[in-house]
Structure formats: structure tokens, C-alpha cells
């Protein structure tokens, strides 16, 4: 699990903006039969000061293939936003490791559901 944090969107509205073109990038045709490729989701998160926003791009994948998502997403949004990777916690991604043990058919990682 990894994530990949886009810094300094003056806005909310500027870091959601920015979803559609990196859904495109890691799935260029959404209606294709699951599973994608790389599973992947998105949250906000404050930013490095009051006036800024993250967006947070989680992929459940290898080090190396978070490494060129994230090169991917640097050349789409250019030099106006700080692109950094880093370890994600599992626990904060619940949805999408469910979803990634769903579309590979590994069962649930909830108790009592599929174990």
C-alpha cells in the first residue's frame, strides 16, 4: 500500500480537479472489466500550511510500480505541485484493499466475511 501525495492545491475544488486527469492516466478506458490494473482510490488531506490542500492517491501495488505511477502523475501535473511517495497504512485504505482482495478472489479481510 502506497501513497501519492500531490502538495500545495490552493483549493479543495483545485486538488478534486485533479482526480479525473489521474483516473485517465491509471485507467485510460473506465469501462473495462474489472480488475484494474493497479487498484487505487483518492482522499484530501490538509496541506502544508493553513491555505494549501493534498490530494492523496492511494495504489495497492509494488514500491516499484508506486515509484512510476508517481513519476506518471508528476509529468501530468508538471512542476506546480510537489509529488512525494511513501509507505501508506493498509488500515487507512480499508476500501481499497477490500476491493483489491475482491477483484483477485482472495475472500474479505473482514472478520466473518468470506474467512
Do not use: N
Not at 12 to 22: K, R, V, W
Not at 57 to 65: F, N
Not at 78 to 98: C, H, K, Q
Request: charged share 30%; hydrophobic share 35%; proline share 6%.
Amino acid at each position: 500500500m502506497y501513497e501519492i501525495r500531490l502538495h500545495g492545491c490552493p483549493s479543495s475544488e483545485d486538488a478534486i480537479a485533479l482526480q479525473t486527469p489521474i483516473e485517465r492516466l491509471l485507467c485510460p478506458d473506465p469501462d473495462h472489466a474489472p480488475p484494474c490494473e493497479i487498484p487505487w482510490s483518492f482522499t484530501l488531506a490538509g496541506g502544508d500550511d493553513d491555505a494549501s490542500t493534498t490530494l492523496v492517491l492511494g495504489v495497492y501495488t509494488s514500491s516499484d510500480r508506486a515509484a512510476r505511477v508517481a513519476d506518471r502523475v508528476r509529468m501530468l501535473v508538471g512542476e506546480t505541485r510537489t509529488v512525494v511517495v511513501s509507505e501508506g497504512d493498509a488500515g487507512e485504505w480499508e476500501e481499497l484493499v477490500e476491493q483489491y482482495r475482491f477483484e483477485e478472489g482472495l475472500g474479505s479481510v473482514r472478520k466473518g466475511r468470506g474467512q
